[in-house]
Nanobody
């Protein structure tokens, strides 16, 4: 059974920092591209950051230079370090793992709230 379990979501003030983690099980982690999407109620889910199985990274323009994605294949985890958080970063953040277009898994999501 494949499981992706996110952790680290919290409420923080603008300008603050937060690190999200996603622990994967049931997959050969090193064979999967991993990443994070986020979703605000009423909006479509959007890509935040991705890291390929070879370690290449990509970011949404809105988070570039503020967020850093990394992976630890030995622990089957992917992390998202978020700095200089803004109220518009408020969303539910979902971890995903994708090997092929038809072979993709999602976590349950973790809430990030940025508010003063």
């Amino acid at each position: 059974q494949v499981r992706l379990v996110e952790s680290g979501g919290a409420s923080v003030q603008p300008g603050g920092s937060l690190t999200l983690s996603c622990a994967a099980s049931g997959i050969i982690f090193k064979d999967y591209d991993m990443g994070w999407h986020r979703q605000v109620p009423g909006n479509q889910r959007e890509l935040v950051a991705g890291i390929s199985r070879t370690g290449s990274t990509n970011y949404a323009d809105s988070v570039n230079d503020r967020f850093t994605i990394s992976r630890d294949n030995s622990k089957s985890t992917v992390s998202l370090q978020m700095t200089s958080l803004k109220p518009e970063d408020t969303a539910v953040y979902f971890c995903y793992g994708r090997r092929y277009s038809w072979d993709i898994y999602w976590g349950q999501g973790t809430q990030v709230t940025v508010s003063s």
